[in-house]
């Protein structure tokens, strides 16, 4: 009735005025420490309750609720009518300051405070069950966001979060297992088969092999040794490392993807903000249509028609699918460092590819072997591959992997000297082998043969390099080490063009002829060659210009200026180098195999995003035809509300439902049906 109504808003201005008097803020600033791997203390949010003061209001709706229904269908006496009211308004206070800080600081009638009205309403109007049912549907409603949103967050960086919390340390030969919080930069960590890697730091004893797969995708395991690099985070399989610890806590490679990831997961598409405007608009034409009902269908029918409001359905399914599709990324070794990059990859029309590195491997091929007089071909590579057999560089791993492959047997190197960046001079059976480039072959004082002259020619026309081989300080062959394409990039190529891109090009600091041959072996639309780094940006200006919306994938922390220019970048360095990495995405397995993924996964989170907003709106037409026509009441339009809200809830869930339910089948096909 109206006098209860009226009982309700007098104790709570009465509240609110005694707090302002005594000066007690209404908002609480606390940190958000949902992860282990959070960001610093510096970044707050505002928390209006804590959870438990929303766990105890629930409970307490669902008191009021039972008392509502004894007195609106069984029973009603002062005694039951009284504690009705005091439990209505202890429920109350904290759900009308939310409508009120929102009114107040932004300045807008917000979903919540037509909510809040409406309760008033329904008690004025005697539907008592239907006020107590809209509280505790508002209280239950924000656990279940709360619950679903620390779940997709946890699943969202537990991707790449597995810390230990006690490690050992070697101290004076001795070891002794400590906290990881109390570790410091220079202490020697041991870890053995088994454990997880707590720390980012180097190796200075010891071996052992290293899953990596959960922070940089590696499919394969990889082999550690001395002077190797390990990463938190990261799990051994087979040996036992001492790692002299470079960064600890926050500065690790696993804390920083954590931080990111916590940055990411709170931001709003264009297409949610836009849905959210629209909702926050409708609040005024609800008042007015309230009015309409008013003078047409009474207070009965003018109540329900208030309870139409859509908001807070927008706001939560939206959320919730970017939250799992942001999930499903990360599941795949995608990490999204912006979350608008999402969105904005729905547009792209045109893709610009860096040649080096992206389009092609680390570690390149051998081509031709070139040979003078003296030596057969496998000779020359026997040769190389032996001198080179220690070695870390990329190229010298080809000529290795190449001798391998054609079963050639290496002879013992008997003495080794090693110049960084020129070449490498070793003795096998007497003979002085020296293997390298032309400039370390002018230092050894060398003659360059004719043959060889004209090959280095044709090499470097084709964008190659060539590695020479000198036996007794006359070169007797030389070996061309040719870029290798990525094995999956032809495929990639084809499904951009199922997808809709309409422009690949190539751009690259080579000479024409290799970039050129690339490009019309790969199919693209066009090609850019002889570009120095601080060029590629023009490039991407230009081609904006033109009217095109470019992705840039490339090297995120040299290709810096062109990925800030372009509308998305795309980063293939993996996740050494994350903290530096300006890409707004990163692949961390260092592949181009998840492309075609990114582009289905920002079409599908842009479809939900739809679909979600269709489903908000479907009850309301339905309760305006039900309100105007059908008689609905207060309780009707609450039960119609409440299964579009579950619908959108579990549409926006489904991407990560769907993927987990893959996943567990992959695990046992046999246990797991769809």
């Not at 904290?94 to 929102?102: G, H, I, N, S, V």
């Not at 931001?267 to 405007?277: G, N, P």
């Not at 060659?529 to 040299?558: H, M, R, T, Y």
Request: aromatic content about 6%; hydrophobic content about 40%.
């Amino acid at each position: 009735m109206l006098i209860e109504a009226g009982v309700l808003i007098t104790i709570y201005s009465g509240i609110r005025l005694f707090e302002k008097l005594r000066n007690k803020p209404t908002v609480d600033i606390k940190p958000d420490k949902s992860s282990a791997l959070s960001v610093d203390n510096s970044e707050q949010k505002l928390v209006i309750h804590n959870k438990d003061d929303k766990q105890h209001q629930l409970k307490t709706s669902y008191v009021s609720l039972g008392v509502s229904t004894i007195r609106q269908f069984f029973y009603s006496s002062p005694l039951v009518i009284f504690l009705n009211l005091s439990i209505y308004a202890y429920n109350f206070v904290p759900y009308m300051k939310e409508a009120e800080t929102t009114l107040l600081q932004e300045k807008k009638l917000s979903g919540q405070m037509i909510d809040t009205i409406l309760v008033i309403i329904a008690i004025a109007t005697n539907q008592y069950f239907a006020a107590s049912f809209i509280n505790m549907i508002y209280y239950l409603s924000d656990k279940i966001k709360a619950k679903t949103q620390d779940k997709s967050k946890d699943m969202l960086i537990n991707v790449f979060e597995q810390q230990p919390r006690n490690v050992w340390i070697s101290k004076d030969n001795v070891e002794v297992e400590i906290p990881l919080e109390a570790v410091h930069i220079n202490d020697i960590v041991v870890v053995n088969t088994g454990e997880v890697v707590p720390v980012d730091g180097l190796i200075i004893k010891g071996m052992a092999t290293i899953d990596q797969h959960a922070l940089t995708g590696e499919s394969q395991p990889a082999e550690k040794s001395v002077g190797d690099q390990v990463f938190a985070a990261t799990t051994i399989m087979t040996g036992k490392i001492h790692v002299k610890i470079e960064k600890a806590g926050i500065d690790t490679t696993i804390a920083q993807i954590g931080q990111i990831l916590n940055r990411t997961t709170d931001f709003k598409t264009i297409a949610q903000l836009k849905a959210e405007q629209w909702a926050d608009k409708s609040a005024w034409p609800m008042l007015g249509l309230t009015g309409l009902a008013l003078l047409v269908v009474g207070p009965v029918g003018a109540t329900a028609t208030l309870n139409t409001n859509f908001g807070y359905r927008i706001k939560l399914s939206g959320p919730l699918g970017t939250l799992n599709y942001l999930n499903l990324a990360s599941h795949h070794s995608i990490l999204i460092k912006d979350g608008r990059s999402l969105e904005l990859l729905t547009g792209i029309d045109t893709i610009l590819f860096d040649k080096t590195g992206t389009l092609t491997q680390e570690q390149p091929e051998v081509g031709k072997i070139i040979i003078c007089d003296s030596y057969e071909a496998d000779e020359i590579l026997m040769y190389a591959a032996a001198a080179e057999r220690k070695l870390a560089h990329p190229i010298a791993k080809t000529i290795v992997q190449k001798a391998n492959n054609s079963n050639l047997s290496l002879p013992e190197v008997e003495d080794t000297n090693y110049q960084i960046g020129y070449g490498i001079i070793v003795n096998i059976k007497n003979l002085v082998i020296k293997v390298g480039s032309l400039r370390f072959m002018t230092m050894e004082n060398i003659t360059i043969p004719k043959n060889i002259e004209k090959a280095m020619a044709h090499t470097h026309s084709q964008g190659y390099s060539l590695v020479m081989v000198a036996i007794n300080n006359k070169i007797e062959g030389a070996i061309e080490i040719q870029p290798t394409l990525r094995p999956e990039i032809k495929s990639i190529i084809n499904g951009l063009r199922q997808r809709g891109i309409k422009y690949l090009a190539i751009v690259s600091g080579d000479h024409k002829q290799p970039t050129k041959k690339m490009a019309e072996e790969l199919g693209m639309d066009n090609y850019f060659c002889d570009i120095l780094p601080e060029d590629k940006a023009k490039i991407v200006e230009k081609l904006q210009q033109e009217g095109k919306s470019v992705c840039f994938i490339g090297d995120g922390v040299n290709d810096a200026v062109a990925m800030k220019k372009a509308n998305v970048s795309i980063s293939i360095r993996g996740a050494t180098s994350i903290a530096i990495d300006l890409a707004q995405v990163v692949f961390m397995d260092g592949s181009l195999s998840n492309l075609c993924k990114l582009f289905d996964i920002a079409n599908g989170l842009d479809s939900q995003l739809r679909k979600s907003f269709i489903i908000s709106l479907i009850p309301l037409p339905i309760n305006f035809i039900g309100i105007f026509f059908l008689h609905f009441s207060l309780l009707s339009t609450i039960v119609i509300n409440q299964m579009g809200f579950w619908s959108g809830i579990g549409d926006a869930m489904l991407p990560s439902e769907k993927h987990y339910l893959t996943d567990l089948q992959d695990k046992n096909p046999n246990q797991y049906k769809i």
